[in-house]
């Protein structure tokens, strides 16, 4: 019950030991229960078993492949961890899409809390308009993200995109500006992008943990005399960590899985400058046909989202599930 | 230790449900090409005209269709983007032609070259029959024929047929000696240009060296009107516009043995630095032309009466005179400047061609389909409907041709000096992972010419060893 503890911390005690008292005690034996609830949990973990482990597994054995479909009837050499130790030790373009990648995480995940704690207070309050608010804010994560790349893709045209007008007309620039085309500014343009479309994601799972949080430790504390910023930092910031830490896992995970937003938006371009990880990945396998380089390029960004989904969830302590049962 | 799943401890739940999701993120990233790298890892090769057996059973109309003739032969068309459509209206006019015995299914595969590329090689390494007709830019014959995707079009081409194309478009539709596709129009560049701006200016012709067009331009523009347009994004075209004043500085990205040789002498450096120059230091090219990815694009502001000179495949010259077009009667056109003027600038040969996939179950109905887009009666209507140029000299000497193009005389003779990009299998990687990214980032002036050229050089080389 660490993470319980620490999430109500002083404030909820008695909150969290209700909770405690309310749970029973672990079984010693293994029964007859036990072994029926297994059989009824078989058919989904066969199912995960085929779509997740299977081909894991399958990516995993082609990495350890050479394997080069560009031309006829090439013989398939074993390389064991060959491609590992390529990637790690001589890809300059793989560090730089790790760099990308990185890049994109941090800046984007800040920018995306931050934004989306303040969406999430807003939709969280009542007041006449809150529906229509609430759609306004989720409508960019609705938008398919090709489509919200091509909106972007126009909104920052270097001849004739809004950006460029605004920027304009607030006298910041004296001229248009290729913004997808710099090497300096693509990937804020492109974080940008990100940020508009994801924040909302966010924000809702922020609004689901806030209104998670019992009404009646707002009015006690009210009655208490404690300010808004004291009610904020004291009562919704610890009780919502769990749910922001889950924010923060999946947001980490997309980032690593980005594709289609550079794919369509820059190409990955100027040069390398916003080719992801995925990015990378998919074009070795796809369009240079090494699915064995490929696949170990993928097994490797599988290893940064197990280790990043490890840390969150055993050392920081995101509930991803389980918890929530307890509540 | 509170509840648990069917007796598992918190921690090995935590670790258990770790695994999951980074399971499922992973699988999402690239797990899921698996499937697709399925092929056996020698499969002995079949002879391309005959379909695998299962592939035969599968179609039973496939081979002997017109004969048997009681269901259609449907044939997929992988094509790039027709802004016009006129591929349409002939497909129409095709499927009418054979009685109903084939009928083409026409389908655009995106609006870029490596659009269609990427979405061929994807249905080819799964030796999948979705597509039986291919588009085929030049860099394509060689890299395709050598993975073992497309049959030989030799068999299209009896009797003296070969003598009735440019020699050049059926050389860069060749491969290891063989045919493997047929010429079906062809480009080339041209400099397009605004006759009544340059009278204007006082200039009596058209520039013939680069620094006859710097001055032109830089004279001509206005606040208003761009110098020069021309495709400069991070794209194959993009690279093509620089391909061109290489050569024009006497370089190449390879020599007759294909070893790299852009590094070598100092056209690679030189060539960058003009196109830089143009842009940056006397800005007659402007910036936003890094975003230019495709040929109308960059057509686009000619046609709006903005730019004074237009670097543009000839295909694009009949968009001049569309019916919004600003500049009517006001433009002409005439082969690309060189370094010394003594001779026209090198062009990139750009001749679309049409191939067959070997996975194609229906190889008899395309090469059907493929001899007759490519006849003289078909290329022609394509020049007139469209003003893509044929690859059949014949066409040109045609009386409804000169009739209707005053220019088509002047062009026949550019299509004899269009120059191929490097013949190897390995240009479509050279190209997508080494010759765009370095022109991409050498462009923006992320990195200096210099740095540029060893970079395409030193990665060039990379992937020749393979």
């Known amino acids: ?327 | 230790m509170e509840r648990t799943i069917s007796g598992m401890t918190r921690r090995r739940q935590v670790a258990w449900l770790a695994s999951i999701t980074a399971g499922l993120a992973g699988a999402a990233c690239g797990g899921d090409a698996a499937p697709a790298a399925a092929p056996p890892k020698a499969e002995p090769t079949k002879a391309p005209v005959a379909p695998a057996p299962t592939m035969a059973a599968a179609a039973p109309a496939a081979t002997t269709a017109p004969a048997v003739a009681a269901q259609p032969v449907k044939v997929t068309w992988f094509a790039g983007r027709d802004t016009t459509g006129f591929t349409p209206k002939q497909v129409e006019e095709f499927n009418k032609s054979t009685g109903g015995k084939i009928t083409i299914d026409f389908q655009e595969q995106g609006q870029q070259t490596s659009d269609l590329r990427d979405k061929f090689i994807l249905v080819a390494n799964a030796k999948d029959p979705s597509a039986d007709m291919i588009s085929m830019d030049v860099p394509f014959i060689p890299e395709f024929a050598a993975a073992g995707w497309t049959i030989d079009a030799e068999r299209l081409m009896t009797g003296d047929e070969k003598s009735k194309f440019f020699r050049g478009t059926l050389d860069g539709a060749t491969y290891a000696g063989k045919l493997f596709a047929v010429p079906w129009y062809n480009n080339g560049p041209g400099l397009y240009y605004r006759k009544d701006l340059l009278e204007q200016g006082g200039f009596k012709a058209p520039p013939k060296t680069y620094d006859e067009l710097l001055l032109q331009a830089k004279k001509l523009q206005t606040s208003d009107i761009v110098g020069l347009s021309a495709q400069m994004s991070q794209t194959e075209g993009g690279i093509i516009t620089w391909f061109e004043y290489l050569w024009g500085h006497g370089g190449d990205l390879m020599d007759e043995k294909l070893e790299v040789s852009v590094d070598k002498g100092t056209a690679g450096v030189e060539s960058f630095k003009r196109l830089l120059t143009f842009m940056y230091t006397e800005k007659i090219l402007p910036e936003g032309s890094l975003g230019y990815k495709t040929g109308a694009d960059a057509q686009n502001p000619f046609i709006e009466g903005k730019a004074v000179f237009l670097r543009q495949w000839t295909s694009g010259l009949t968009q001049n005179d569309r019916d919004d077009s600003k500049i009517k009667g006001k433009w002409d056109v005439v082969p690309l400047p060189s370094l010394k003027g003594d001779k026209a600038g090198a062009g990139c040969l750009g001749t679309w061609n049409l191939g067959t996939s070997k996975f194609s179950r229906n190889p008899d109905a395309t090469g059907e389909a493929i001899k007759w887009f490519t006849s003289q009666a078909q290329q022609k209507a394509r020049y007139l409907a469209m003003g893509v140029p044929p690859c059949r000299p014949a066409v040109f000497d045609d009386a409804d041709v000169k009739a209707k193009y005053s220019f088509a005389e002047k062009l026949k003779g550019t299509f004899e000096t269009l120059k191929p990009r490097p013949v190897t299998p390995y240009y479509g990687q050279l190209s997508a992972n080494v010759i765009q990214p370095v022109f991409g980032k050498v462009s923006t002036r992320a990195i200096t010419p210099e740095e540029g050229i060893k970079e395409m050089a030193d990665g060039m080389r990379k992937i020749m060893k393979g």
């Open chain 1, 1 to 327: 019950m660490r993470i319980w503890e620490d999430a109500y911390g002083m404030t909820a005690t008695t909150l969290a030991s209700r909770v405690r008292a309310t749970v029973p005690r672990r079984s010693v034996q293994v029964t007859l229960e036990a072994r029926f609830a297994a059989f009824l949990v078989a058919p989904a973990l066969l199912a995960i078993a085929l779509v997740a482990f299977y081909p894991l597994g399958h990516a995993f054995w082609l990495s350890l492949w050479k394997i080069n479909l560009r031309f006829e009837n090439t013989p398939w050499v074993f390389v064991g961890l060959g491609n590992y130790v390529d990637t790690f030790t001589d890809d300059p373009r793989w560090r730089n899409a790790l760099r990308v990648t990185g890049t994109i995480a941090f800046t984007s995940l800040l920018a995306e809390f931050v934004l989306g704690m303040v969406f999430a207070l807003v939709m969280n309050r009542a007041f006449r308009g809150r529906g229509l608010v609430r759609a306004a804010i989720l409508i960019p994560w609705s938008l398919t993200t090709v489509v919200s790349a091509r909106m972007w893709q126009v909104i920052y045209h270097a001849s004739y995109g809004v950006f460029n007008r605004m920027l304009m007309d607030l006298g910041v620039i004296d001229a248009y500006k290729p913004w997808i085309i710099s090497p300096v500014f693509t990937i804020w343009a492109m974080i940008g992008a990100d940020v508009w479309k994801t924040t909302p994601f966010v924000a809702l799972l922020l609004t689901a943990g806030m209104q998670l949080i019992p009404g009646e430790l707002y009015e006690a504390a009210a009655i208490d005399g404690a300010t808004a910023w004291d009610r904020f930092w004291r009562i919704t910031f610890p009780l919502l960590k769990p749910t922001i830490l889950v924010a923060l896992l999946f947001r980490m995970i997309d980032v690593f899985r980005m594709l289609d937003l550079p794919f369509v938006l820059t190409g990955g371009g100027p040069g390398q400058a916003t080719e992801t990880l995925s990015l990378y990945t998919y074009r070795v396998i796809f369009t240079d046909l090494k699915f064995g380089a490929g696949s170990a390029l993928a097994g490797t960004t599988f290893l940064l989202i197990l280790v990043t989904a490890f840390v969150f969830i055993k050392v920081l302590g995101a509930p991803v599930a389980g918890s929530e049962v307890e509540r």
